[in-house]
């Protein structure tokens, strides 16, 4: 099956601090990938849809040039936290959609990176 | 944009039991509803889904309904197990996905 990989699983870092967060398709070729946040006991919430070769669509409220986003490759997508504070300490979490493959139900999530800022 | 809403946020039941989750969609141009199992510290795994032109899916243990009038879809477990034991997310998208708030499922052995 589609798998999707993130690296790290899980970084601590210091407040002030850019954080790169990498989100892969290992068997399959992915124009559209998603990065979404996810508070403790809480849903999933999505903060960007990157796109191969152009820039990433933000959703409301989630700032552009804190949350980097690089998607330069059909397997590679980042997400980097710039000057992380700690109210950035979240799960992270990507997915990617299959770029052979119509429809929303072929979008394959990661396992997620636990980011901590001290 | 669609709005999703899911209940009840946390559910206990006995092991060998069923457990049903429940969701509502306000869109009704989405078209696909999708649920997903979400363990600590993991991302979440599809388990099941439903296109809106079918009413009802099951796979083994898993059944997912949906009522498109109603705009509500629920999922289905039967003869639970502990491993059952996770948070459940429903979806719906027309073409991104909007997710619930979650369903902290406990089975209690």
């Known amino acids: 099956g589609a798998v999707v990989s993130q690296h790290p699983s899980r970084v601590i870092c210091k407040s002030g601090t850019s954080v790169k967060i990498e989100c892969r398709s290992l068997?399959?070729?992915?124009?559209?990938m998603f990065w979404y946040r996810q508070f403790p006991k809480q849903s999933l919430m999505l903060m960007a849809t990157?796109?191969?070769?152009?820039?990433?669509?933000?959703e409301q409220g989630v700032e552009k040039d804190k949350f980097l986003i690089n998607h330069a490759s059909l397997t590679l997508s980042t997400l980097t936290v710039t000057s992380a504070h700690p109210e950035d300490s979240s799960f992270y979490i990507c997915?990617?959609?299959?770029?052979?493959?119509?429809?929303?139900?072929?979008?394959?999530f990661g396992p997620g990176t636990r980011l901590l800022v001290l | 944009g669609e709005n999703v809403e899911q209940h009840p946020s946390t559910l206990s039941v006995q092991e060998g039991d069923s457990a049903v989750i429940k969701c509502t969609y306000s869109?009704?141009?989405?078209?696909?509803f999708p649920w997903y199992k979400q363990e600590l510290g993991k991302g979440p795994q599809l388990i099941i889904d439903?296109?809106?032109?079918?009413g009802e899916k099951k796979d083994q243990r898993i059944a997912v309904t949906l009522n498109k009038t109603a705009k509500h879809f629920s999922l289905h477990i039967t003869e639970t197990q502990p491993e059952d034991s996770a948070v459940y997310f429903c979806?719906?998208?027309?073409?991104?996905?909007?997710f619930g708030k979650g369903t902290h499922l406990i089975i209690q052995p």
């Open positions: 997915s990617a959609r299959d770029r052979l493959r119509i429809g929303p139900e072929t979008q394959y």
């Open positions: 068997d399959f070729q992915a124009t559209t």
């Open positions: 990157s796109n191969e070769g152009s820039k990433a669509t933000y």
């Open positions: 869109d009704s141009a989405s078209n696909y």
């Open positions: 439903i296109r809106s032109n079918v």
């Open positions: 979806a719906a998208s027309m073409w991104g996905l909007t």
